[in-house]
């Protein structure tokens, strides 16, 4: 098993691209396993689970995170002003604990970096706890709390320098 978690992690690193109209299912299902979980606590769907892919698809904010043929994991992000906004990421249940997450992160910052972008910004549910926890770890700092379209959520951002 730990051989093959390397060789997946060795492959996966050059296997993020630009999601197709091909993607669309396998985002949606991404999205529905990864968030599924959060339902309770928040007491309804998790605003990820209800949006329009295939229109961010198609105005090229979606990327995929493939493990050969399979979407693994998948990040929305676009440039929102002078910053870089991480919409969205989600990792299948079944390939937790083996750094993608991590890796889209970097790979945001890559993209923030090449679009000249001062800044990574992000925000979460407040309910979702782990993530009120990885990301300060991960060098976010907490900007804001706001009620939004029926959601408490938490801003988070990271400078680039």
């Not at 390397?6 to 993020?16: M, V």
């Not at 606590?41 to 493990?67: C, N, T, Y």
């Not at 700092?141 to 990271?158: L, N, P, S």
Request: hydrophobic share 45%.
């Amino acid at each position: 098993m730990v051989d093959q978690e390397l060789q997946f992690r060795r492959q996966s690193r050059h296997s993020i691209s630009l999601a197709t109209v091909d993607d669309v299912t396998a985002v949606q299902q991404c999205a529905a396993a990864a968030y599924t979980p959060y339902i309770e606590r928040i007491g309804k769907p998790p605003a990820p689970m209800v949006a329009d892919f295939a229109a961010q698809i198609s105005e090229h904010k979606v990327w995929v995170l493939k493990a050969g043929a399979k979407t693994a994991a998948f990040v929305v992000c676009y440039i929102q002003g002078d910053v870089y906004f991480l919409e969205n990421m989600a990792v299948f249940p079944e390939y937790h604990g083996m750094g993608l997450g991590r890796q889209l992160l970097l790979f945001v910052e890559g993209k923030a970096i090449q679009q000249k972008c001062s800044a990574v910004e992000l925000y979460t549910n407040s309910k979702m706890l782990e993530n009120l926890e990885l990301y300060p770890y991960l060098g976010f700092v907490e900007t804001d709390r706001r009620h939004e379209a029926g959601f408490d959520r938490v801003y988070f951002r990271k400078e680039l320098v």
